[in-house]
């Protein structure tokens, strides 16, 4: 049995919670997003509109898993199988409320939506792998990534950043 006293207490979303979120425009291939999904352990992305960048809907790990379902699954878009609308939770609730409020919407990553300039952009999240570290943490050591606290860049930055790599990508599969 692991004695946890050496973990600083963890009580609301903003103490686990990762700031910058994984997005992709509408017509970006499922198979493309799901390969994104494995090699970066995401459990979801938000869906940018290409034009502003406002968030449509997200898709998880759920809505591929039943897109596989589908004869045409290898041709689907991320706009086919989406969840519209964005699952949002604030920074600010205990993370045992989070998580009782995860197994009754029946979602796997909730979102801290942020209005700059008339843009609704996803800025942090909070998922079950998020969950999971924090029961499974020996120390805090293992949680310093996470939370308000960890060290990053700023979230319109990383936004802009993803955003314009989300651009630069859909530009390269038109050509």
Same mark, same amino acid.
């Given at each position: ?38 090699? &970066? ?46 699952? &949002? ?10 998580? &009782? ?36 943490? &020996? ?37």
């Amino acid at each position: 049995m692991t004695d946890k006293t050496n973990l600083t207490p963890k009580n609301l979303v903003r103490d686990l919670m990762t700031v910058g979120v994984p997005t992709c425009p509408p017509h970006t291939p499922i198979v493309e997003l799901t390969r994104l999904m494995l090699e &970066q352990n995401w459990e979801a992305a938000i869906v940018l509109d290409g034009e502003e960048g406002h968030a449509l809907g997200v898709v998880s790990q759920d809505e591929l898993v039943k897109a596989y379902e589908r004869e045409d699954a290898r041709s689907l878009m991320v706009e086919d199988v989406m969840h519209e609308g964005v699952p &949002q939770v604030p920074p600010d609730i205990p993370l045992t409320v989070a998580a &009782q409020m995860m197994l009754d919407q029946n979602v796997r990553a909730f979102f801290l939506m942020h209005n700059a300039a008339g843009v609704t952009y996803p800025a942090a999240m909070l998922t079950y792998r998020h969950i999971l570290r924090h029961l499974a943490a &020996q120390s805090d050591d293992d949680l310093k990534d996470m939370g308000i606290a960890a060290a990053r860049k700023a979230p319109l930055e990383q936004f802009i950043a993803r955003r314009d790599a989300a651009k630069k990508a859909a530009d390269s599969r038109r050509k």
